[in-house]
């Protein structure tokens, strides 16, 4: 009896310790209890606009295939993690950052990336895979999901904190001591744990897509997204639109 009574305690104790969910149609939340479920709901309703706002921009073009992510969203509200990221279909957002950004405190307000997560979730690229030396190609990944918190945000948020991208690369790549070459965004982004480099690799992403896409549209970059040659698509190389893309970003030196 005294030995069943113990295990009915520790079973207790383990439910309690386990994670609550908030379910949506289209997505679960997964959240530690002490976090207040009306807080559980107001993001509830952020990530759900927020996806609403994703997929309108990215199906007005008939190029947007959707994502091979297939498993239903859960976004998990993180007490380990200090940074959002995004692992397949789940979003992880510190908890510190959800409790600041839906404070009634104006200055206790934090960036959660949902944006910029969420198109992670639904516009993979062709280049995302697993690279020789084990990391993935996020290139135009990250370049699309800045590109996009910089638009559909609702608050500034790193790397660019609501500062116009081009005038941001201009700024920072000047602290940097220059821009880094394109084809080094992604490995410079991945050494630099912090600081300007990694912030500029990021802003330098986010910026020339939206060079690509203000110059040649949304339907053209999808398909560079999906892997087709860049000079078929615009009748340019990299380099020249690099090039062209950096001259731009010199006006604003």
């Known amino acids: 009896m005294f030995k069943q009574s113990l295990l009915l305690i520790a ?10 969910t908030y379910q949506t ?11 207040p479920k009306s807080i559980v709901g107001e993001l509830a ?10 997929l309108a921009y990215l199906k007005q073009s008939k190029e947007y295939q959707g994502t091979p992510i297939k498993e239903k969203l859960t976004v998990y509200i993180s007490k380990q993690h200090r940074i959002p990221y995004q692992d397949w279909n789940t979003i992880h957002i510190p908890q510190s950052r959800v409790l600041k ?5 104006e ?27 084990n990391r993935e190609d996020r ?4 370049g699309l999901a800045v590109f996009l918190q910089h638009r559909f945000g609702e608050s500034p948020e790193y790397p660019d904190f609501g500062t116009d991208l081009y005038r941001m690369v201009a700024q920072k790549s000047q602290e940097h001591g ?17 600081g300007v480099a990694r912030q500029l690799a990021y802003l330098q992403e986010g910026a020339f897509t939206q060079y690509l896409i203000e110059n040649y549209g949304l339907d053209a970059y999808l398909k ?4 087709e040659d860049i000079s078929a698509v615009t009748g340019k190389s990299f380099a020249q639109l690099e090039q062209q893309w950096a001259s731009l970003i010199a006006v604003f030196m």
Do not use: C, W
């Open 45 to 54: 309703q952020r990530v759900s606009d927020n996806r609403q706002v994703i």
């Open 101 to 105: 950004a839906f404070s009634q405190n």
């Open 178 to 194: 220059g821009l880094i070459p394109l084809t080094d965004a992604e490995r410079t982004r991945n050494a630099a744990k912090s």
């Open 139 to 142: 290139f135009y990944d990250d």
């Open 25 to 35: 149609d289209n997505f679960d939340i997964e959240y530690d209890e002490d976090v």
């Open 224 to 227: 560079i997204y999906r892997g």
């Open 107 to 133: 200055q206790e307000k934090s960036g959660m990336a949902i944006v910029h997560e969420l198109t992670h979730v639904y516009a993979v690229s062709a280049y995302r895979k697993k690279l020789k030396h």
């Open 11 to 20: 079973g207790l104790y383990s439910f309690a310790g386990l994670a609550a």
